[in-house]
Every structure is written in C-alpha cells, then in structure tokens.
C-alpha cells in the first residue's frame, strides 16, 4: 500500500503513541504484580485477583507494545524508502539537465566556426550564437537547480539513516528491558550441565558430599518448586537433605538464606576446622546459587540450633530486582561474579553437552553419588 507522506507521518504517530500506551500499561502491570507480592495487610484473596489481573494486564501490553514497535519499524523503513526513489529521481534529472548543458555548448561552438568562415552570413551567424548562449545559460541554471535539489535529497536521506541508527538503538535497548523484567516475573529454575571434558555444574557440590542441609520453605508455589529443584541437586551431589514448609513464613526474608551456625566459643578450637569447613562448604553453594542467578543472603543460626556439619536453607519469595536502580545492579553485578570465580563456578571456555531439568524424574541415571571428602 503507498501513502502520502503526510499519511504516513500521522500513521507513524499514532502507532508511536500506541506504543507509549501500551508501554504505560507494562508499569501499571508490574506495579500491580508489587502490589500482590509485598502488600500483605490486603486479603489474600484480593492479593490473588490483582496479581492476575497484572499478569494477564502485563502480558497484553508487551503484546500490544511489540505489535505497535513493528508497525513503526515497517512505516519508518516506508518512509526511507520514499526518500531513495526521490534522490534517484534528482539524479536523473540533474544527468539529464548536463546533458542537455553539453549539447548546447556544442551547437555554440559550432555557431562560432560558422560566423568566423561566413563573413557574409555574420548577423545570422551573431543571432545563432545569441540564441545558442541564451539556451546553454539557460541549461546551467536548470543543471545548477538540479544539483541543488539533489543535495538537498541527500541531506534528508543521511538524517532519515540517523533516525534509522537511533530507532536501531532503541529497539536493542528495549529489547534488552523486555528481557530483563521477563527474567524478573519468571520463576527460578537449576539445571544439571554437562560439559564436553566430562565434568558438571555440581562438581564442587559433589565434592563437598555428606553434608547436612535443612531446607525451609514458605507455603508459596514458587517457593515450594524453587526448593524441590534445590533439594534435587544437593541429593544428586550426595548432600543429606530434609526439606519442610516453615512454621514460621513471615521471618523468610525473600530470596535463599544460607545460614551456618556461629563460630564455636570454646577455647580448645577442637570444633574450629569442622566450622571452617562448613562455612566452606555454605559459600560453595552460595556461590553456585549465584551462578543461576538466584538472589541469596548469608545468615547465621544460634550455637546448638544444628551440628557444625549442617547447614540451614531458607527459601523465600523470589526477589524482583528489576525496579533497583542502576548502581546497585552494577554492584551486585561485580560481587556475583567475584564469587563465582572464587569458588570456581565459571563456566567461560566450556562447551556444553547436555543439560538436565532439576525436577523429580528428569535427572539421568548416570548422574551418580561419588563419596568423596575435600
């Protein structure tokens, strides 16, 4: 379909605004998912409604909004396009005007040599000239307007490339976003990876095998997948693991808690290595979290609460940092991958061969429980 360019200039804006809409709607979608998660004097009944009401509200406006940035995309490269066939058209015509330019001045020339060898036709050969010049003067001024148009074309169509470059920027921005706030809203996963040079993402846990973990998790969906998937990896690992619902929800701070017991206080140090080794063994698999980007905290439990060779995990509702502003995101950025390098969860330069769902029936057999001590 072909529009004038006025036509597309107001199709182009009300899809913009659409989109702008639509953009709109994505916040208010993501403040009433914050809504149902953190506003808890509200029935949970009415907490439920409006965090469905906010996804089904979110979903539509990504749809809508990614309908809307492809119709601008289609009717921006329209307008691109417009430009190039009236620059082709300039250049055209300019071709056309110096060549018409250069016929003129042969006929000139061919005037004068008429005029120098006729002494007796002069006056005519003077009027022929005369007309000559008029026609040449009048041809370089057509040439010369040509020109003009034709860079003015191209000078349009370098600033309509611009426009192009920065929609280009902007559609890597937004998708980037897009990817952000869906990674926020989904829910947390582990996976079991095999690499090529026959090791796994569960080396270093296997490594650490027989210890103790007690797995609390509060009465919520995600919560309860989040800590099967955990509980499923510690045990393909050889780890001793007893996972229950908390008796006591609300002091579950969102997010994984790893918690050790405090540092013993007697004096002989005879319990000093087996708590070394178990807050080892806590940042391992802190580190681990980390590396599949589950938000985690340290904390710690009262001396006698459990032995020095168990730890306790808390698993809370999934943070959402996707309204932290950017600093603190950079920050734990840094951190994350301190850590990880630290307790050598890195996976850069590996390749990967297979990878496992850490859900009840889909680990592989061949997943085996080494006994083995650091």
Known sequence: MVFASSDVASLLHRWEFSEYVSEGFV?????????ADFFTRLPENIRKQIGTWSTIVLILALTIGLKCLIRTNELSGSVIGSLGDKAAEADRKAEKAIS????AFSQATDALTRAGKAEESLGKAENEAKSART?????????QGARTEADSFEHNLGVAQNQLTDLSADIVKESATRKELA???SPR?????????????IDKLKALSGMKAFIEVIPDFEAETAASELSHILKASCWQVVTNISPDPETILPGVEVDVSLQPDNKDGTDSGMWHLAMFRAETLEAFLLQNNWEENFGWSERGEM??????I????????????SRTKELEKKSRTLLISKYGFDSTGKTEGYRKHAQPGRL??????EQTMP
């Open 27 to 35: 916040i208010v979608g993501c403040a009433g998912e914050l809504v």
């Open 100 to 103: 018409d330019s250069s016929a």
């Open 135 to 143: 026609t040449a003067s009048s041809a370089l001024i057509l040439a």
């Open 183 to 185: 990674d926020a809203l």
């Open 189 to 201: 996963e582990l996976w079991i990876i095999g690499y090529t040079d026959k090791t796994s993402n």
């Open 307 to 312: 032995g020095l060779d168990s730890i306790k």
């Open 314 to 325: 808390r698993v809370g509702y999934k943070p959402n940092p996707y309204f932290q502003d």
């Open 364 to 369: 592989s057999d061949s997943i085996r429980c």
